[in-house]
């Protein structure tokens, strides 16, 4: 084929595979089968391939991927991505709606679900997709494009488009994608995502996108932030014209006028939120007419013509059939309660977390009773109470043995937790040995919970030591090894022999001593050697380690199979020495930060510890003292004190930054 059918022939499919998608992903109707689609791509790929050239962004080849990036660009927000003032009951939605009717003539009002998910902004010039951003702190934020481009449902080519449009939209993770991604996470031994939110958040911040295309993540738009060559009277308006223009627009915005009509829409969503198969938080209720939000006018944060509605958690009764005990990695025993499944936020759920004995007894939870289970976006739901005691219930005690090793169960001092003492509790080494191979300690490819599990019941593996003297043959006669993938594991196991001495700290699972602590033992230390014989005071002097985690750490180290395994791994080569110790950097010295909202992806005790070990201080509230305030999204009422006492607010970036 020459040059120029080639381009004809390139343009037609990229159109066709166009449609296709948009039928597929924004309609949910596709026309073609999947196997049709692949070999109009692959046709696509191929011409691509011989004629380079014509490879443009917004091919639909461009979707899976490229290289992987440093670090995220800036990017200034031309219109400030505005938050929400959030309202936790009818009463304030009805106080909103009367103040708007107040101030506007003839108000009318758009009721949309609020999306659980992280806010963009994509721009399009001419119809094509050239820039896509989160929101950041509302005026900076980080240029993602090709992470969004792998969203099938976002057009990278609109027809009939104005020559410049900006809109904002909800990138979401579907709670199927949610579910198959934490089954895969768990097979692996990784750690898990939390909610689809979080999991949202991780995939469009990768700096592979190359893995947030396999993420299947989703995308609701629900405003135009900017349009050149085009106007509207209404937000609706302009909603239906996204729409027109192949956007996959929010699931519903219904014009409502009287408060009544408003609670109704309310009650709908909230009735029907099980089935939507995506999380919301509430309701956002807008002023309409766009000449009449310019009248109520914005704070520095949130719009005055606009308020988000949210949903207490939901919480439902059921009955509680059985009390089973749990024996975790550490050994710790908790009751978890087995009741009879219930939809919650659109999953169903039949067990839940009881913590321990106390909390039992202090509630009075039986086996028998009904009781109220409330699931608040976690994965993990948890009883609330117990409503009623029925004819049947009975008291629950957590045995007094381990129920897997039969070993006396202990109760340290001070602690609720009951706790099996037998480190060779095969329920604990299992966990344990998940634990050590785990993308965050030793990073063992190929060694999830099911393969894990096969070497410690075959009794092959009774300590993590033991996996370094695995031998190919001993592999292989287990079911699902062959010749390649026992190499695979011996090269796997190898290969983290070399690893810096922080992650094998982390994976030798010691109590209260999770990854930033175990790295900053290193810092400290340099490696184990070092730490083996370091004073409980000098661990306790690390920015961040209170008395509890230094005890920890210290008595776990002088306990003789802690001592032995050392050994033996030392012995067996496994590195103990950690060389990205760095020298004492007190960079934040006599400055106070203050942490508020949710942060992109870092824990709030992430990013203390972080502060804290460039010998920063972090602190509850703001005041004059404070030097910066680290504010995430749904920052509340810390950011408008900073704001208003002038102190420097930072994102999760810019802390970083500061850090680099
Ligand atoms: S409107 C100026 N509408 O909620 C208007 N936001 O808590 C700003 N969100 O950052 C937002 N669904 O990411 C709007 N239907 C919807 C929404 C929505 C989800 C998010 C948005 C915003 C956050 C505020």
Redesign the pocket.
């Known amino acids: 084929m020459n040059k120029s059918d080639a381009q004809k022939r390139s343009e037609e499919l990229s159109k066709l595979l166009n449609e296709y998608s948009y039928q597929y992903y924004v309609l949910d109707n596709p026309e073609i089968s999947d196997y049709d689609f692949d070999m109009f791509m692959q046709e696509l790929k191929d011409l691509e391939e011989q004629f380079p050239e014509l490879i443009t962004p917004a091919s639909p080849t461009q979707r899976v991927g490229g290289m992987a990036l440093n670090k995220f660009e800036k990017v200034n927000h031309a219109v400030q ?4 003032q ?1 309202v936790f009951s009818f009463e304030q939605v009805e106080s909103f709606v009367q103040k708007c009717h107040d101030e506007l003539t003839d108000a009318e009002f758009s009721v ?8 963009v902004s994509l721009e399009y010039e001419n119809g094509i997709f050239t820039r896509g951003s989160t ?1 950041g702190d509302g005026f900076v934020g980080e240029d993602v494009t090709a992470n969004l481009r792998t969203i099938r449902s976002i057009p990278l080519k609109i027809d009939n488009a104005p020559e410049f449009l900006e809109v ?1 939209g ?1 990138v979401y993770m579907p709670q199927e994608s949610f579910f198959s991604l934490v089954e895969q996470q768990e097979l692996k031994g990784d750690v898990l995502f939390k909610n689809p939110r979080n999991a949202a958040a991780g995939s469009l911040r990768q700096k592979d996108s190359k893995i947030t295309a396999k993420r299947r993540l989703d995308i ?1 738009i ?2 135009v932030q900017q349009v050149n060559g085009r106007s509207y009277d209404t937000h609706t308006q302009s909603l239906d014209d996204l729409k027109a223009m192949g956007f996959k627009v ?1 699931p519903s ?1 219904k014009i409502c006028r009287e408060a009544s009509e408003i609670k109704a829409e309310i009650d709908r969503i909230g009735n029907e939120r099980a089935k939507f198969g995506f999380d ?1 938080d509430g309701v ?1 209720i ?1 002023v309409n007419r766009l000449s009449q939000r310019d009248i109520m006018g914005s704070t520095s944060k ?2 005055k013509w ?1 308020v ?1 509605y949210k949903y207490p958690p939901e919480e439902k009764e059921t009955k509680l059939l059985d009390i089973e005990v749990n024996v975790g990695r550490t050994g710790a025993i908790t009751p978890v309660a087995v009741f009879e499944p219930i939809l919650l936020a659109g999953t169903s759920v039949s067990r839940a977390v009881l913590h321990n004995q106390d909390f039992i007894d202090e509630k009075d939870i039986r086996i028998g009773d009904i009781i109220v289970v409330r699931k608040a976006g976690e994965i993990i739901p948890e009883v609330l109470r117990s409503v009623s005691h029925e004819e049947c219930s009975f008291k629950f005690n957590l045995p007094a043995l381990c129920p897997v090793c039969g070993t006396p169960s202990v109760r340290d001092d001070g602690e609720s937790v009951l706790r099996c003492p037998n480190v060779a509790c095969p329920a604990q080494l299992l966990k344990n040995m998940i634990h050590f191979a785990s993308k965050n300690a030793m990073d063992i490819d190929g060694l999830g919970e099911a393969n894990m599990k096969l070497f410690v019941e075959s009794g092959m593996v009774k300590s993590p030591a033991d996996l370094y003297i695995l031998k190919k043959e001993q592999i292989i006669a287990l079911e699902r090894f062959g010749e390649k993938s026992a190499q695979n594991l011996i090269d796997a196991i190898e290969a983290s022999k070399r690893n810096e001495a922080d992650r094998l700290i982390f994976g030798l699972g010691i109590r209260n001593i999770g990854q930033k602590a175990a790295t900053l033992l290193c810092e400290k230390f340099g490696g184990i050697d070092e730490l083996l014989t370091a004073g409980k005071d000098e661990i306790s002097s690390i920015e961040g380690f209170g008395d509890v985690m230094a005890d920890s750490v210290f008595n776990a180290l002088r306990e003789s199979h802690t001592i032995e395994l050392i050994r033996r791994l030392k012995e067996y080569g496994v590195n103990m020495s950690y060389s990205k110790k760095t020298v004492g950097d007190s960079r934040f010295s006599g400055l106070t930060f203050v942490l508020t909202g949710t942060l992109p992806t870092m824990k709030r005790d992430e990013a203390k510890a972080l502060i804290e070990r460039f010998g920063g201080k972090v602190s509850g509230s703001v005041s004059k003292k404070t030097s910066f305030l680290v504010a995430g ?2 920052a509340g009422s810390k950011l408008v004190k900073a704001q208003e006492l002038g102190i420097e607010i930072l994102t999760e970036d810019e802390l970083l930054e500061k850090t680099k």
């Open positions: 991505m505005l938050s929400l959030d949309e679900p609020k999306i659980d998910g992280l806010s929101r904002r909800e609701f629900f405003n929010l915005y919301i956002v807008k949130t719009p606009a988000a999204e749904e």
